[in-house]
């Protein structure tokens, strides 16, 4: 139950629309070819089942290029690459890996600006974003592996651990290159091969990765990046030469691939969905706390596995939250992703627009009160407004289920132990934010939430040397730091 | 001892949530001895046992992660001298149901007790091994330690008895997870006695919970059991594995199968390694900026 909000507001300052902004578009130029091979053995190769799909800017219903559909064929060669490559690249003194995973990444860095741009392009999330966070973050990832590569007898002390083989690793659209660069840096570190199928709506700047490859002479072979939608990526994880298999993606997928996997002896790492708890305290910086709901939710349009899409508010500050939320949440712009001042770009696809639009629906439908911001949106492209609700009940499905999207449920508390129990009755438990001023709380809370990452006074940070990954039906396995690897190697019977 | 006194046959009972109940199923196995001898009986435990045993071991899993790491230490300190205290009722049990006679029994004795006392030691350790500080590019505190799952079932290897159930589940228990687990099949005797063990050393109930009973019987009720957070299991067969991780699929519980060949259980950098305790825990990383 929520407090009835109350029903006179404080003063506000109200600029009308003196404070508007000029566009500021990122306007470099970057090429796109009209037409996308597949990579496999270090060669740009056309698609054995000479069929191709749109890839489309979600933002003008532009399309960018024509993307190929790898089959079952397709997918056979890029396995059998990769396992043709692996005996020497296994081989390979560990510090000459480490000079390739470098050099990846300072290539990275060195063009960064054409894949943030390329980036922005193909998925709709704000360039802002993909300038300040994907692209660097990709690069880290990089960086960060690179050094382990002839340390990693020291990532697990007094035990020797191999290459898995050839690693299979099937990322989502959300992150497209950074989700990239998360399968594979790790892989190729520990002496792993890999095929990689990137999300069907967001090829592309893993195809430029690819490019990167051939630039930096990797071994033909070491990474093949095989495109296409679910039926491509079936193939890859039912395929028997490979020896891993990483996904991120959806919980419903995740599970499917569990059971594909079952009795294969295949090593398995899984990175799935979630339904993130955000608790704010009353002894709280409310202001900064109100930040934190904003990156939590709003980040990437919400597409986001850990997005913070369950705002639980402590009863005493529940109106003085919200007000300050709707406050904050009019300074947002949304619109064109390429200008440097928006905030919310275009959601990632029609499909993915219409699943965020019947949740919305759903909730209305189940009694919560929906609060949305009122913007004029482009005429074309794939658009939702920054949406909340309040009055949600827990059995609401917008309590339970991912929505994937820039949609926020509200609920109130009064207690601490109501607030870690209501947070962890999920199924999920990748992640979860805890705000307030007391350094006792802080630790307590966190350690009883049942969530993988625990941002205090924060959210959503992300770094290389930071393990990422989730409790319960989040998944399995960790992303980032010491623990990244160990899905990387195989320890024989000691683990 | 003279030839007129009937021996008292005891019937064993299961060991769920601290105490000592019979299967509701009402069915028991004969143990006989290597010369086709009757020994014992024991419980056949059915899937409700399995039921009850994850409930009393989700209710006790909380405040068992709660106590302090030196408090489960000494908990599975104890646990090695009341096993200590029963050397000798081990050996005999093993030595008449398991090959190799009384010196292989006595091997796989002493080695079960050395691993509890490994593993005793490690509770206040192994997270200063696999847990760690995060040097992120940012003002940010970032510290990542290892969790229990929660409820483990543990399916012991058929061989070693003793050694392998207790190889299997004092890394499981050591970190704060309850654990239910299936002994060993073929001699499923040194299961039951070791639940005199549990019972008279301090472990809380519902901590460890023990079955004697069939493994095709149990298996797919420990793989689709929702209230599981993890499954360990040891010799499993390709069909056995199959059935195991397709169960867990459904609620993404974690399937951790032990490869440990026969001899291996004896080998200390395998068995006693805090990696082990690492398989059964969860990480958690926690982010909290610097400054004011």
Redesign the interface.
Known sequence: MSPRPKTKSKPQLDFGNAWEYSPAPESTPIEIASKYKLFINGKFVAAKSRQSFDSINPATDEVLAKVSQANAADVDDAVNAARKALPAWKKLPARERAKYLFRIARRLQERAREFSILETMDGGKPIKESRDFDIPEAA?HFFYYAGWADKLEYA????VGKAVGVCGQIIPWNFPLLMAAWKIAPALACGNTVVLKPAETTSLTALRLAEIFQEVGLPDGVVNIITGDGRTGAALAEHKGINKLAFTGS?AV???L??V???T?KKLS?E?GGKSANIIFADASIDQAVEGIISAIYFNQGHVCCAGSRLFVQESVYEEVLEKLEIRLRSLRIGDPLDKNTDIGAVNSPEQLKTINAYIAQAKKEGAKCHQLKRKLPSKGNWCVPTWFSGVQPAHAIAREEVFGPVLAVMSFRTPEEAIQRANNS?YGLAAGVWTDKGGK?LEI??KLE????????YN?F?A?????G???S??G?EG???GLLEYLD????? | MSNDRLAVLKTYKLFIGGSFPRTESGRTLPVVDLKGELLAHLCHGSRKDLRNSVVAARKAQKSWAARAAYNRGQILYRMAEMLEGKRSEFIDAIAATCDGGVRRATKEVDAAIDCLVNFAGWADKYSQVVGCNNPVAGAFYNFTSPEPMGVVGVIAPNEQPLLGLVAMLAPVIVSGNTAVVLGSEQHPLATSIFAEVCATSDVPGGVINLLTSKRNELLEHFASHRDFNGVAAAGCSTKQRTVLELGAADNLKRVRLSTLKKKDWYDVKLTHSPYRIERFVEMKTVWHPIGS
């Open positions: 880290k697990s002390p007094g035990q919980t995740g599970k499917q569990a059971k996997t079952a009795g002896g899984l799935l199924a802080i966190a350690s969530a993988g990452v625990v941002w205090c006074n924060t940070q770094d040397a930071s393990p990422f990954g409790y319960k039906e998944g399995f960790r730091g010491r623990q320890f024989g019977g000691a683990r």
